[in-house]
């Protein structure tokens, strides 16, 4: 089992950029694959980015894609999602998630596939 804790949120304008950490507890963190999803109001939660075990092979959404990255730091059992030229559309609560997955490589875009959750962090981005 792993417990997941996100942090990195908050305010900024517009054009900014923002690095979200996902900190995992216990000693199996490079068992996980794991992703980040985020969560508007009034909408459903949506895929943001995913990364491999390896950390090698990453996915992103195509809103997001060429300005946030996905990275992972087995070292320090965290997961960082940088995100740059933020959007006032990328306002949203985002979610770490983390799956027990066999392959090395694999990337998981699914919600629903996730095993574990973080509580979340809000990002709100100002025009």
């Known amino acids: 089992q792993v417990q997941l804790v996100e942090s990195g949120g908050g305010l900024v304008q517009a054009g900014g950029s923002l690095r979200l950490s996902c900190a995992a507890s216990?000693?199996?963190?490079?068992?996980?694959?794991m992703g980040w999803f985020r969560q508007a109001p009034g909408k459903e939660r949506e895929f943001v980015s995913a990364?491999?075990?390896?950390?090698?092979?990453?996915n992103y959404a195509d809103s997001v894609k060429g300005r946030f990255t996905i990275s992972r730091e087995s070292a320090k059992n965290t997961v960082y999602l940088q995100m740059n030229s933020l959007k006032p559309e990328d306002t949203a609560v985002y979610y770490c998630?983390?799956?027990?997955?066999?392959?090395?490589?694999?990337?998981?875009?699914?919600?629903?596939?996730?095993?574990?959750w973080g509580q979340g962090t809000q990002v709100t981005v100002s025009s």
């Open positions: 998630a983390a799956r027990n997955l066999q392959y090395t490589f694999g990337v998981v875009t699914t919600w629903s596939e996730y095993n574990y």
């Open positions: 216990g000693r199996t963190f490079s068992s996980y694959a």
């Open positions: 990364i491999s075990k390896s950390g090698t092979n990453t």
